[in-house]
């Protein structure tokens, strides 16, 4: 169906009546679905507690406001006012005079103080207390490109961690998205296109994905964070999948539908009038009149609207979404009786934190006044921070640790995990960085104690190999203290109740 101009009697055609246009803008294409997700109004908060979208005016609404009266008769309908296009949201300015540190265990000192004494939007001190290694592990894991999990028991501020950690660097607080029960493929995670009405279904972590693309291509000097909250209450495997593999490309990219659907798309909306410009930055208002919609039949105008939708879609949803590689990705991680396990395909593809309340104290200046946190720190790469003060040369044998875990342990490490942490070009520098054996202790307690599974039988006859293995490594020692009063060792049952 071709858009046309019917003429009417004498070529004249009737305007529209104020019915009509309400008619118009209310029934067939509310206005609030018009708006951009970006310049859509707030929410407001309704009587009974929950929030509700605030409608635009409506022509009527307009008039009773003491907007000028709709034309009369035969007049010319002045043009509906465009709504102005998609902003983004802009970067998180560094602060006047950012700090920066010479060595990492300043960095975690001034973390594990801003994470306490830091004032919230609500004004209140953050309160958060993790201890040093926690964060040290949570710094080195963002080196790679690993999806990050925080696991432990509810309460223990898993979330609150993953929210404010970016904070730290003057970056923006990552965008926290629940995770359902019932997701099941990844149409939950990203929605799916719709080929009755030629319309994108999305959901607010696509819609978060996309904003924090652009703004890291835009900005490639900063960290965007994105995190999962109980990631398993369902199966991981099932809904994330996909981007488990392809962050593990050179460059992720998803598809979010074909090529073949835009081309198309594009194609009709060209035959149909709409130019170039309108395709890529669709102004459904501006549309309104250069067409000039009231001079359509109903059938016509609900095409019209159609088109409308299809070129708002291609605009927000392109067919292929490029991750850069400063969009990082948090998963948060329940232990009780209401989640499920993980696969190996999902410890295969992740570095696993165990979150844990560190408690008690207040971090304070020499002369007994609360230190202050007003200042972001300016984020730096392990890689490019200078050795700890006072840290010992690096002796921990990595480099023969991937062959004792197969040889004492029977535990085969996966090349692709072997690749981002013992085998990374970057690792002597990040093992003199953190000083000591810290590095080799963070990265077998975050990739290889979780996938260290031994029933009873298995785990008599290693019991001592166990306890040997990891007793070198304080953090890896304190789980394995954990776990090895029982008859089998299995990670994710150390924090369970």
Not at 89 to 109: G, K, N, R, V
Request: aromatic fraction near 8%; charged fraction near 25%; hydrophobic fraction near 40%.
């Amino acid at each position: 169906m071709i858009i046309r101009k019917p003429a009417g009697k004498g070529g004249a055609v009737p305007p529209p009546t104020e019915k009509e246009q309400q008619a118009f803008y209310d029934a067939l294409w509310p206005a609030e679905e018009r708006r951009p997700p970006s310049v859509r109004p707030a929410a407001r908060r309704s009587g009974t507690g929950q929030t509700a979208p605030v409608r635009p005016p409506s022509p009527a609404a307009g008039k009773a406001a003491g907007a000028p009266p709709s034309p009369a008769a035969g007049k010319t309908v002045a043009p509906v006012r465009p709504i102005p296009p998609a902003t983004e949201q802009p970067a998180a300015p560094d602060a006047p005079a950012p700090q920066s540190f010479a060595t990492c265990d300043e960095l975690l000192a001034y973390a594990q103080g801003f994470l306490r004494h830091h004032a919230a939007h609500g004004g209140r001190p953050l309160g958060l207390a993790y201890g040093r290694e926690i964060l040290a592990q949570l710094y080195l894991a963002l080196q790679t490109d690993q999806l990050i999990l925080l696991v432990g028991r509810s309460g223990t501020g898993k979330s609150s961690l993953a929210r404010h950690f970016p904070e730290v660097f003057g970056f923006a607080p990552a965008e926290v998205i629940p995770v359902q029960p019932d997701w099941t493929d990844r149409s939950d995670l990203l929605g799916y296109y719709n080929p009755i009405d030629r319309s994108y279904v999305a959901t607010a972590f696509l819609d978060a994905l996309l904003r924090d693309c652009r703004l890291a291509a835009a900005h490639p000097e900063r960290l965007y964070f994105l995190c999962l909250d109980e990631m398993n209450l369902a199966h991981v495997e099932y809904y994330f999948a996909e981007f488990l593999s392809k962050l593990q490309e050179p460059v992720p990219e998803i598809r979010l539908y074909s090529d073949t659907v835009a081309r198309d798309i594009v194609r009709e909306l060209r035959c149909n009038g709409f130019t170039d410009e309108e395709i890529a930055r669709p102004d459904a208002d501006r549309l309104l009149v250069r067409l000039d919609v009231r001079a359509m039949r109903m059938e016509e105008r609900r095409y019209f609207i159609s088109l409308c939708r299809m070129a708002d879609m291609l605009a927000r949803y392109p067919a292929t979404v490029r991750i850069p590689r400063n969009v990082k990705f948090i998963g948060t991680l329940n232990q009780d009786e209401t989640t499920l396990d993980l696969s190996p395909k999902v410890l295969d593809r992740s570095l696993v934190i165990r979150v844990e309340h560190a408690g008690g104290g207040t971090e304070e200046t020499p002369d007994g006044t609360p230190a202050a946190y007003d200042r972001p720190a300016r984020y730096q790469p392990l890689d490019r921070m200078a050795a700890s003060k006072g840290a010992a040369p690096a002796k921990d044998g990595s480099d023969g640790l991937v062959t004792r875990l197969a040889d004492e342990l029977g535990l085969f490490y996966s090349p692709r995990q072997e690749a981002c942490t013992f085998r990374d070009p970057r690792y002597p520098r990040w093992r003199r960085a953190l000083g000591g054996n810290a590095a080799a202790d963070a990265f077998l307690a975050m990739a290889v104690l979780p996938r260290l599974r031994l029933d009873a039988e298995a785990y008599a006859g290693r019991r001592q190999a166990v306890a040997s293995f990891f007793r070198p490594y304080p953090v890896c020692r304190a789980i394995v203290d954990a776990l090895g009063q029982g008859d089998a060792f299995d990670y994710w049952d150390a924090g369970r109740p």
